[in-house]
């Protein structure tokens, strides 16, 4: 692919000044973090429980900060979204998610704290059983795989230094394991903690500056096309609900699982997730808002990163290196988490050995994640959206429906017509994808392909009315 424009130019000592004390404040945090496991018991410090869910102590403000840090490390593919699409990337994402949140929040909580379990996978254990299991971690696997994420630090450290994306990948990766393996999911939390504050406060300055420097956003009617303004974005109604479904995958995915798991209490949670979606709210109005001040700014820059040249561009010394460090802030935040989560997946669901399971188990499961995700990122030429609606698109057409009717209607499917729906989705989704068959069927995207495969098992098994354990 093209390089990127580079404005290192831009970056004066002040902005250097900044960057790097963000960047110390939280290696900082993650060392406190991990010295406050000297306070516990001794037969705890170095348990799984402590390792994967840090003990069960996650507090509220602790919750509210690595949840909404780890769900926001795309900003690439949402400022590209934005570019290109307008408000389209607000429903898309943020209205679709805002509404699966209040639905685990209200609906889900309460089922997953009845339940001491480690992962999302273990959870699906319990319900059907061993082979179950090992299945859902497979496509959480798929899921978690930090693709995404390490193409946007990528770009991102690439558009700061110039040279190749998949260098720039490889130095950026290699800090996140680094940090990854030093603290478990402690170091994630407490690294989230700072990378919250920062990155809150960069996609503020961001519409600050750009009001200041172009005008209110009312410039948007008459300098934008009006497909930007348009919550359709000019797309089909098809395409658009495929977003929606992607949404609804939250409530399979193994991040929320784990905070919600890692939480001192059931109310926690529940608080931790509402408090969360208000976050989400501003969050997105800030990027999107953003991301069009870019579009009008520079209407002919290369979308993947116009949002922070833009941004670069509009703000003054100092700000830029607080909003270099929050954009870096939100890319880390989630990086790490799902590299955290994918040898969790590795390690401790599909290696089913958790009675002998020891941290190194984790260790060695995260260094190989972190090399095939690198070599993954190269198939999708810095593409952050293919990325998602690629890998997260088996999570959310063939485990999404059998797993929530199996909450819903409990006890109605078997763990065979489980594992029959999942996999009968996966084939349909696949054969559509390999032979391109939404060109021939009309237009049908694989993703209804998925849906339509996992419900020929799963309706009949919902309607056999015969209870199992």
Same mark, same amino acid.
């Given at each position: 692919?093209?390089?990127?424009?580079?404005?290192?130019?831009?970056?004066?000592?002040?902005?250097?000044?900044?960057?790097?004390?963000?960047?110390?404040? +939280?290696?900082?945090?993650?060392?406190?973090?991990?010295?406050?496991?000297?306070?516990?018991?001794?037969?705890?410090?170095?348990?799984?429980?402590?390792?994967?869910?840090?003990?069960?102590?996650?507090?509220?403000?602790?919750?509210?900060? +690595?949840?909404?840090?780890?769900?926001?490390?795309?900003?690439?593919?949402?400022?590209? /979204?934005?570019?290109?699409?307008?408000?389209?990337?607000?429903?898309?994402?943020?209205?679709?998610?805002?509404?699966?949140?209040?639905?685990?929040?209200?609906?889900?909580?309460?089922?997953?704290?009845?339940?001491?379990?480690?992962?999302?996978?273990?959870?699906?254990?319990?319900?059907?059983?061993?082979?179950?299991?090992? &299945? +859902?971690?497979? /496509?959480?696997? &798929?899921?978690?795989?930090?693709?995404?994420?390490?193409?946007? %630090?990528?770009?991102?450290?690439?558009?700061?230094?110039?040279?190749? *994306?998949?260098?720039?990948?490889?130095?950026?990766?290699?800090?996140? @394991?680094?940090?990854?393996?030093?603290?478990?999911?402690?170091?994630?939390?407490?690294?989230? *903690?700072?990378?919250?504050?920062?990155? #809150? #406060?960069?996609?503020? %300055?961001?519409?600050?500056?750009?009001?200041?420097?172009?005008?209110?956003?009312? =410039?948007?009617?008459?300098?934008?096309?009006?497909?930007?303004?348009?919550?359709?974005?000019?797309?089909?109604?098809?395409?658009?609900?495929?977003?929606?479904?992607?949404?609804?995958?939250?409530?399979?995915?193994?991040?929320?699982?784990?905070?919600?798991?890692?939480?001192?209490?059931?109310? @926690?949670?529940?608080?931790?997730?509402?408090?969360?979606?208000?976050?989400?709210?501003?969050?997105?109005?800030?990027?999107?808002?953003?991301?069009?001040?870019?579009?009008?700014?520079?209407?002919?820059?290369?979308?993947?990163?116009?949002?922070?040249?833009?941004?670069?561009?509009?703000?003054?010394?100092?700000?830029?290196?607080? =909003?270099?460090?929050?954009?870096?802030?939100?890319?880390?935040?989630?990086?790490?988490?799902?590299?955290?989560?994918?040898?969790?997946?590795?390690?401790?669901?599909?290696?089913?050995?958790?009675?002998?399971?020891?941290?190194?188990?984790?260790?060695?499961?995260?260094?190989?994640?972190? =090399?095939?995700?690198?070599?993954?990122?190269?198939?999708?030429?810095?593409?952050?959206?293919?990325?998602?609606?690629?890998?997260?698109?088996?999570?959310?057409?063939?485990?999404?429906?059998?797993?929530?009717?199996?909450?819903?209607?409990?006890?109605?499917?078997?763990?065979?017509?489980?594992?029959?729906?999942?996999? +009968?989705?996966?084939?349909?989704?696949?054969?559509?994808?390999?032979?391109?068959?939404?060109?021939?069927?009309?237009? =049908?995207?694989?993703?209804?392909?998925?849906?339509?495969?996992?419900? /020929?098992?799963?309706?009949?098994?919902?309607?056999?009315?015969?209870?199992?354990?």
């Amino acid at each position: 692919m093209d390089q990127p424009s580079g404005f290192a130019f831009l970056i004066g000592p002040l902005d250097w000044i900044v960057f790097s004390a963000v960047l110390l404040i +939280t290696f900082l945090a993650i060392w406190y973090g991990n010295s406050l496991k000297s306070k516990l018991p001794q037969k705890d410090q170095h348990s799984v429980l402590e390792l994967l869910l840090m003990g069960r102590r996650l507090t509220l403000p602790l919750f509210v900060a +690595t949840l909404v840090a780890t769900w926001y490390g795309g900003i690439f593919g949402v400022t590209q /979204l934005t570019y290109e699409k307008g408000i389209y990337n607000f429903l898309t994402q943020g209205v679709f998610w805002y509404i699966t949140y209040l639905f685990f929040a209200f609906y889900l909580v309460k089922k997953i704290r009845k339940h001491q379990v480690f992962t999302l996978a273990e959870f699906a254990g319990e319900e059907f059983g061993p082979r179950a299991e090992r &299945l +859902t971690a497979i /496509l959480n696997f &798929l899921n978690l795989l930090p693709v995404a994420y390490v193409i946007s %630090l990528g770009l991102f450290l690439q558009a700061l230094f110039g040279g190749d *994306l998949f260098m720039n990948s490889l130095i950026g990766l290699s800090f996140v @394991t680094a940090w990854s393996l030093w603290g478990g999911f402690r170091a994630v939390v407490f690294s989230d *903690l700072v990378q919250f504050s920062v990155m #809150i #406060i960069a996609v503020v %300055l961001i519409v600050v500056c750009s009001w200041i420097e172009l005008g209110s956003p009312l =410039i948007f009617q008459t300098s934008l096309p009006a497909s930007h303004l348009s919550f359709s974005g000019g797309e089909s109604l098809g395409t658009i609900l495929i977003w929606g479904f992607i949404a609804l995958s939250t409530l399979v995915d193994p991040n929320f699982y784990q905070r919600c798991l890692a939480a001192d209490s059931e109310q @926690t949670a529940r608080r931790g997730i509402l408090i969360s979606t208000g976050v989400w709210v501003l969050f997105d109005l800030c990027t999107t808002v953003g991301a069009l001040y870019a579009r009008v700014a520079m209407p002919n820059a290369n979308p993947q990163n116009a949002y922070l040249v833009h941004a670069m561009n509009i703000t003054p010394p100092g700000v830029r290196g607080l =909003i270099l460090a929050g954009i870096l802030a939100i890319i880390l935040s989630t990086l790490d988490s799902y590299l955290f989560n994918a040898a969790t997946c590795v390690s401790y669901d599909l290696f089913n050995n958790k009675i002998n399971f020891r941290p190194w188990h984790h260790h060695l499961a995260l260094i190989g994640v972190a =090399i095939l995700s690198l070599f993954i990122s190269l198939q999708f030429s810095g593409n952050v959206v293919e990325v998602w609606q690629t890998l997260g698109g088996f999570s959310a057409a063939c485990l999404l429906f059998p797993f929530m009717c199996s909450q819903v209607f409990p006890k109605r499917l078997s763990e065979n017509s489980f594992i029959g729906a999942v996999l +009968t989705g996966v084939f349909f989704m696949t054969v559509w994808g390999v032979f391109s068959l939404s060109q021939y069927v009309y237009g =049908i995207d694989k993703f209804y392909a998925g849906l339509f495969g996992s419900s /020929l098992v799963m309706i009949p098994a919902l309607l056999f009315k015969k209870n199992h354990k």
